[in-house]
């Protein structure tokens, strides 16, 4: 902070401080009216008392910006902190100066300090005056080249404030070297100085005034690893006063922060959680570029607690509009033939803008096919919004799919709500398990697909949708169709185009690369040792295996074997024992045959009358001692549809 007394000031040093106020001050003085805005104070001093002078108005902070003349002004430069202005003698100055003297003499003498002007002399014939140079570095000695000027028959003197004095004193006329314009342009070049350093010391409080009040611990750190400035957020993690941590390293203050590799390497470190004092707490510790070059580092620290809440109001305040699809199609792995061809048939259709409907087998990736043809697509862009029709219940399932207007049921919200064919306009909606579907919405579902609008439930205005609809399903469509659980206009309406995913099972020759990719992310997540050996030692086990959970189970089976590596991997490879312990399934008999089988007497649910349903349902849970899964799979269809036949039967319906 300086003083509103004096913000410039002008300090002419003499080779002895002048009784009365010198010429150059005078000059000074009478340009100051020219700034009203600017307090600017003039000081007579000698040489050797100057520094001094300006030290003490530096520690009282009366000065901002200090203008001198010559020499003086380089010296005191390397002595001070604050800008030190020079007024520089141009060669406008001397030609007035050479004007003004001409006009008294013939013979003029130009005295300077510590060295002459080499320049000048070479253009001493250009002159109408015979102009005499000379040096001094002492007031004797200024006083002895006036007189010797003098002796030459010079009647006139150029030269400091100093010289003109002792030449007047000698009854001879002195012309002042600097002239007021000469001044003007330093007082000037001072005020912008003034100027940039308002507005840095604005920016400054600005700044300071910021990180005083953000709850994120700040701290500036030198090129030395030495603590600059830190906010009062951080000198409360570390439970220190501010005034107790500013010039500490930072090292001393955060032990477990590894600040050498950061000053010596460059490297950053981030989100790293580390204690200070009794604080969890996440931080940055990142370089400072000026121009490419470090200057110091910067130290961010935050609360473990206050980055899970904001984590958590993330995740609660998303929008439910906010539909991305994740995977790409060269992310589903395989160079098994039938892979390459899926993937090859994928790239072909997700170029038009037709319905697809993706058959396969659970667990073989029909939604991340469905999800890859997508981000492949022109809609691209736009939403990937997926729903499972197994899951819902019908009723709720209809509001989901169609929205509702406000007041179209009980507990309806206020407003009313769009559904997924409006959330996916312009963009995808992925019906996955779309066999499951209930009739009475297949009807609703065929005419959105045809007529390409949508009415909300309680509506009266259909609202025009721009969707792509990609189905999937694990069962057979057309044995529903015969068994009238699936709509033949909608299958043939959805059976545009047409994928198979391929079950793992038919494809041993991708698990290698598959269980890579697994490993690879399981690893990123944290495993114990030896857990990256764990797929190649099991590789012969995994492509015994007939997988009917397909590439999900395949997942499951990797992480399981994994985390069990220290036990699974012995000196000898791999422990048998231990094996069927945690990976009981490689061990069992049936998972173990080519393919898996359906016992003779087991018939698919869709090859018998209605009539003979609920029994042979019966017959089959019971052979499969109450397995909901089991009993579901041997029949083809899904457990859901499964509990609902069996939910009617306990009711009496038919």
């Not at 199609?329 to 899926?342: T, Y």
């Not at 999800?371 to 492949?376: A, L, V």
């Amino acid at each position: 902070m300086h003083s509103p007394a004096s913000q410039v000031v002008v300090l002419i040093s003499h080779l002895q401080r002048p009784r009365q106020r010198s010429r150059l001050a005078h000059v000074v003085a009478g340009l100051t009216a020219d700034y009203p805005d600017t307090q600017i104070e003039v000081l007579d001093t000698s040489v050797s008392e100057a520094l001094q002078t300006a030290r003490e108005l530096e520690q009282r902070g009366e000065v901002d910006v200090f203008v001198c003349a010559g020499a003086t002004a380089a010296y005191l430069r390397k002595h001070l902190t604050r800008p030190v202005l020079t007024m520089r003698i141009g060669g406008g100055d001397l030609l007035r100066a050479l004007g003004q003297a001409r006009e008294h003499s013939s013979q003029v003498a130009l005295l300077s300090y510590n060295h002459i002007d080499h320049d000048l002399q070479a253009l001493a014939a250009l002159f109408t005056v015979q102009v005499h140079q000379a040096a001094y570095t002492s007031l004797e000695g200024a006083r002895e080249a006036i007189e010797q000027a003098a002796q030459r028959g010079c009647r006139s003197i150029i030269g400091s404030s100093t010289v003109v004095e002792l030449a007047e004193q000698a009854g001879l006329h002195g012309v002042l070297s600097l002239s007021e314009d000469t001044v003007r342009k330093a007082l000037e070049e001072a005020l912008g100085v003034l100027d940039s350093q308002r507005i840095e010391i604005a920016k400054r409080r600005h700044l300071n005034a910021v990180l005083q009040h953000i709850p994120t611990g700040v701290a500036a750190i030198d090129n030395q690893g030495v603590v600059q400035s830190l906010n009062p957020a951080l000198a409360q993690l570390l439970e220190l006063p501010p005034s107790a941590t500013v010039g500490r390293p930072l090292q001393q203050l955060c032990p477990d922060l590894n600040l050498q590799q950061a000053l010596q390497g460059g490297s950053d470190e981030e989100n790293r959680v580390i204690r200070l004092g009794s604080h969890a707490v996440v931080s940055n510790l990142l370089p400072i570029l000026e121009n490419g070059q470090r200057t110091g580092l910067v130290l961010t620290c935050q609360e473990i607690t206050a980055v899970q809440r904001a984590d958590q109001r993330i995740r609660t305040t998303r929008r439910p509009g906010a539909f991305t699809a994740r995977y790409r199609l060269e992310q589903l792995n395989g160079n098994s033939k039938a892979n390459r061809e899926m993937l090859q048939l994928a790239k072909r259709f997700a170029a038009s803008h037709s319905t697809i409907l993706i058959t396969g087998e659970s667990g073989t990736g029909k939604e991340l096919l469905a999800q890859g043809i997508h981000n492949e697509s022109p809609r691209r862009q736009g939403p990937f919004v997926a729903i499972n029709c197994a899951a819902f219940p019908e009723s709720l399932l209809e509001s989901e799919l169609f929205g509702y207007e406000e007041g179209a049921f009980s507990g309806s919200r206020k407003g009313g709500k769009p559904g997924l064919f409006e959330a996916a306009h312009r963009g995808t909606l992925f019906l996955d398990e779309i066999g499951d579907m209930p009739v009475s919405l297949q009807t609703r579902l065929l005419r959105v697909l045809q007529e390409r609008e949508v009415l909300r439930l309680g509506g009266t205005e259909p609202i025009s949708i721009d969707v792509r609809i990609i189905a999937a399903t694990h069962q057979d469509l057309r044995a529903a169709m015969v068994a009238g659980e699936f709509r033949t206009d909608l299958f043939y309406r959805l059976n545009i185009l047409r994928l198979k995913t391929t079950p793992l099972r038919e494809r041993p020759e991708d698990i290698a690369l598959i269980c890579k990719g697994i490993s690879q992310r399981l690893l990123v997540q944290g495993q114990p040792p030896a857990a990256a050996d764990i797929p190649a030692a099991l590789l012969p086990y995994l492509t015994r295996y007939t997988w009917p959970g397909n590439v999900r189970e395949l997942e499951n089976v990797i992480e399981r074997a994994m985390l069990s590596a220290p036990e699974l991997l012995g000196e000898h490879g791999v422990d048998e024992h231990y094996l069927t312990r945690v990976l009981p399934e490689f061990c069992e008999g049936p998972s173990l045959s080519p393919a898996r089988e359906k016992p003779p007497r087991d018939t698919d649910l869709h090859a018998i009358g209605k009539a003979a349903q609920l029994r042979h349902v019966q017959e089959t849970l019971e052979s499969c001692q109450g397995n909901l899964d089991e009993a579901a799979h041997r029949l083809g269809i899904s457990r859901t549809t499964l509990w609902r036949r069996l939910r009617s039967a306990a009711a009496g319906e038919p």
